[in-house]
Every structure is written in structure tokens, then in C-alpha cells.
């Protein structure tokens, strides 16, 4: 690039003499309150044509971004309903089948007091002391063992209100009940028990 040597009068107004921190002129440095009292400086600097002012930027800011770590969400472990006291697997799926048979269409709080029936009797003493010696019972309920309901939606729910009733949920539906029978059914031996409550359309006994 080609450079001339020019002479120009620098006209620096006092007001800006408070705002230059250094100004060099052909080589040497003026203080700021010098600049600001000169009229007229003879600047005999080598200038390069077409020169523009540089900027410095400094090259070593790095912006790092940090990762963020967010725990995800922690689902709930689905509760697991295991056989509890003195009741087997077996005698669960027998009560479960029993649930399903005589009370799949009715409400669960129903279906829980249907499996308090059984359970009731078993403690009695009166009964047989499990569950599928209960629903084995003449004139009791059924075969169980015949019954297979597993292609059946709703079994999925008797299994699950089984174990609950195991482990005591629905116990005070009916409390004390041993014996329900549908609502519109009628007869002497039930017209002698104690009634408990109607619950949906069953009616529960003593």
C-alpha cells in the first residue's frame, strides 16, 4: 500500500481534551490536558492511505456452555399385593374366581364385600378355614377349580381386589357378613338373617 507524508492541522476542541487518555503525535505521547490546550498540532505522522482504525478482540473469552442434568422423573413402583397370614396363592385364585363369578358386574367397594363373605368365614369357624375349602362347600358357591374366567377383561380386577382383601381393604363394607344374595331374591332362610346393607344389587346377611 502506498503511504504519502502529509502535514494537517489537528483541531482538538477543549471539551474533547477530557476524553482522550493518550494522544500520539509523531511518535511521542501528550497527556490528555496538554492535547486540550493546544490550538493547533503539526502532526508529521506517517500515514498509510485507506488505514482503518483496528479493533482488538480478544480471541481468548471462550463461552462454554454447561450441561444441564435434570433427573428424570421418577415413576411410582407399582404396589405389589402378595399373599398375606395364612392364604396361599391357591386359595387366592380361588377367591378370585369367586369375586368374578358372583360379582364382576358390580362395583369394586361390592365385589371387595363379596370377598369379605369369604374371608369372614373362614375365621368363623363355622366354615372351612381356607378359602377354597369355603367356596368347595356344598351348596355353598361352585367349582372352582372348573371355573376358568381368564379370557374374561375384568378378571384382571378380581386378581387385584383378591389380594386386597387379603390384606384387609373392603373388610367394613359389610361387616360380619356371611352370607349376600341378590337383591330381589327372596326366601325364609335369608328372611331369619340379620341384614347387614344392600350394596349395589346384593343384599349382605349375618
Known amino acids: 500500500m502506498n503511504t504519502k507524508r502529509i502535514i494537517r492541522p489537528l483541531q482538538v476542541l477543549p471539551a474533547l481534551g477530557a ?9 511521542s505521547a501528550i497527556g490528555a490536558n496538554d492535547a486540550a490546550n493546544a490550538s493547533t498540532v503539526e502532526d508529521t505522522t506517517s500515514v498509510e492511505i485507506g488505514m482503518v482504525p483496528q479493533v482488538t478482540v480478544a480471541h481468548n473469552i471462550e463461552f462454554v456452555s454447561q450441561p444441564v442434568e435434570q433427573p428424570l422423573p421418577v415413576e411410582p413402583e407399582p ?3 402378595a399373599a398375606s397370614g395364612d392364604h396361599s396363592e391357591a386359595d387366592i385364585l380361588c377367591l378370585a374366581k369367586i369375586i368374578h363369578h358372583e360379582s364382576a358386574n358390580q362395583p369394586e367397594h361390592v365385589q371387595l364385600a363379596v370377598a369379605s363373605v369369604v ?3 373362614v375365621e368363623s369357624g363355622r366354615f372351612a378355614p381356607t378359602i ?5 362347600q356344598p351348596k355353598q358357591f361352585f367349582n372352582v377349580h372348573a371355573y376358568r374366567p381368564f379370557g374374561d377383561p375384568r378378571w384382571e380386577t378380581s386378581q387385584r381386589l383378591a389380594r386386597e382383601a387379603v390384606q384387609g381393604k373392603g373388610r367394613d363394607h ?15 332362610f335369608f328372611r331369619s338373617r340379620p341384614h347387614i346393607a344392600r350394596l349395589g344389587d346384593l343384599d349382605f346377611h349375618k
Open 19 to 27: 476524553l482522550i487518555a493518550t494522544t500520539v503525535i509523531g511518535g
Open 79 to 81: 404396589e405389589v399385593l
Open 119 to 121: 374371608l369372614n368365614r
Open 174 to 188: 359389610a361387616p360380619g357378613a356371611l352370607f349376600f344374595r341378590s337383591a330381589g331374591y327372596q326366601s325364609s
Open 132 to 136: 377354597c375349602g369355603v367356596a368347595l
